[in-house]
């Protein structure tokens, strides 16, 4: 989901092509997660048939003709729908809970609220999970892994831990 907004958020800032909307999605994620062609275009032509993009055909000299897209109205209201959009079953992943925070700026406090809470409901039943994994985990793996295993699950508890509190200190400034 994660994707479909920023491929809209792209056009957020004007028309683009397509290779301008992959430049600009690759940027933002800085090597994370990388856009392929054979998932862009089939969502541009998705958002195209929805109403939420309109496709412009610019004739180049010499070169084959360039589409371009343009957000329309429908279309930034879909982007918004799709932020404020955050289940439970993928408030655990950490890239649609960034994605969908660093888009805060377009949506009321009520939405950012709602979103905050289910991602914390979410990291709290993570943590629990990482819990019963020590547990599980803690006697079966050999001496030589053993060290390494457990700075492991420390350390994803300290990030959880963290993450929490900032999580709470963020739903104080909305409440």
Not at 48 to 69: F, L, W
Not at 139 to 166: A, H, S
């Amino acid at each position: 989901m994660y994707a479909d907004i920023l491929i809209l958020a792209a056009l957020l800032q004007g028309p683009k092509h397509g290779y301008e909307i992959k430049k600009r999605y690759d940027e933002v994620l800085e090597g994370l997660v990388t856009l392929h062609h054979n998932q862009l275009y089939p969502t541009l032509r998705r958002f195209e048939e929805n109403g939420a993009v309109r496709c412009e055909t610019v004739s180049q000299r010499g070169k084959p003709d360039r589409i371009i897209y343009h957000l329309t109205e429908q279309g930034f209201a879909l982007f918004r729908d799709i932020v404020r959009d955050f289940p439970h079953t993928i408030a655990k992943s950490d890239m649609e809970f960034y994605v969908r925070y660093a888009f805060f700026g377009f949506l009321d406090p009520a939405d950012r609220l709602a979103i905050l809470q289910t991602r914390s409901n979410a990291l709290k039943v993570r943590l629990r999970e990482n819990e019963r994994i020590d547990e599980y985990l803690a006697p079966t793996f050999f001496e030589q892994v053993q060290p390494y295993v457990d700075q492991l699950r420390t350390l994803r508890g300290k990030q959880i831990r963290e993450e929490l509190q900032w999580l709470s200190a963020q739903i104080a400034h909305l409440s």
